[in-house]
T-cell receptor, first 113, second 119 residues
Framework: EDKVVQSPLSLVVHEGDTVTLNCSYEVTNFRSLLWYKQEKKAPTFLFMLTSSGIEKKSGRLSSILDKKELFSILNITATQTGDSAVYLCAVSTLDNQGGKLIFGQGTELSVKP | GAVVSQHPSRVICKSGTSVKIECRSLDFQATTMFWYRQFPKKSLMLMATSNEGSKATYEQGVEKDKFLINHASLTLSTLTVTSAHPEDSSFYIC???????????????FGPGTRLTVL
């Protein structure tokens, strides 16, 4: 059975800290891995990763994929209170359903002032 | 970026009634839309994949007669929860794959979600 596992499930840090969120997966026919940020409503897209070792960066956020070890990390540097959210990792598999995503449980990040 | 809207954002209904939720892609055409539900403190669970002009594909354990999906156009999919019961109360979220740029369809953009409460 395909599965995506995130760790830690929750994390509390102070502003300015750097955090690393982990996502490991076991799926057949991997296609891509995506990171989303979910605040009070629906998830917003952060990154899509398809190749190993190529870092994607957006401001203070960055992410990288290791297809050999089957995991990805999401780094947030100089955290701010606005980074508080649930971060979701999802894996897209190769099938004929148009990009079906399998989600991890999420990591709830809380950034304290 | 791609924008997906959902309506209504919140609905409260009596047990036994049916509720329709709309999902629209506002600035792109989506041949495929997805419906998820999310319980508090839990991740998103895919309910079904909605393909324009054809029947939806439901995930295992999801009753297709209870959760009716219609994808009549390239910008609109609807989810109808029929004969709703309190256990159907949940956060329902739709998403759509933006086919731009060509060949990259994995990125799903989510609607803002609909909070359904069945009394």
């Amino acid at each position: 059975e395909d599965k995506v596992v995130q760790s830690p499930l929750s994390l509390v840090v102070h502003e300015g800290d750097t955090v690393t969120l982990n996502c490991s997966y076991e799926v057949t026919n991997f296609r891509s891995l995506l990171w989303y940020k979910q605040e009070k409503k629906a998830p917003t897209f952060l990154f899509m990763l398809t190749s190993s070792g190529i870092e994607k960066k957006s401001g203070r956020l960055s992410s990288i994929l290791d297809k050999k070890e089957l995991f990805s990390i999401l780094n947030i540097t100089a955290t701010q209170t606005g980074d508080s959210a649930v971060y979701l990792c999802a894996v897209s598999t190769l099938d004929n359903q148009g990009g079906k995503l399998i989600f991890g449980q999420g990591t709830e990040l809380s950034v304290k002032p | 970026g791609a924008v997906v809207s959902q309506h209504p954002s919140r609905v409260i209904c009596k047990s036994g009634t049916s509720v329709k939720i709309e999902c629209r892609s506002l600035d792109f055409q989506a041949t495929t839309m997805f419906w998820y539900r999310q319980f508090p403190k839990k991740s998103l669970m895919l309910m079904a994949t909605s393909n324009e002009g054809s029947k939806a594909t439901y995930e295992q354990g999801v009753e297709k007669d209870k959760f009716l999906i219609n994808h009549a156009s390239l910008t609109l999919s609807t989810l109808t929860v029929t004969s709703a019961h309190p256990e159907d109360s949940s956060f329902y979220i739709c998403s759509a794959s933006d086919p731009r740029p060509a060949g990259v369809t994995d990125t799903q953009y989510f609607g803002p979600g609909t909070r359904l409460t069945v009394l």
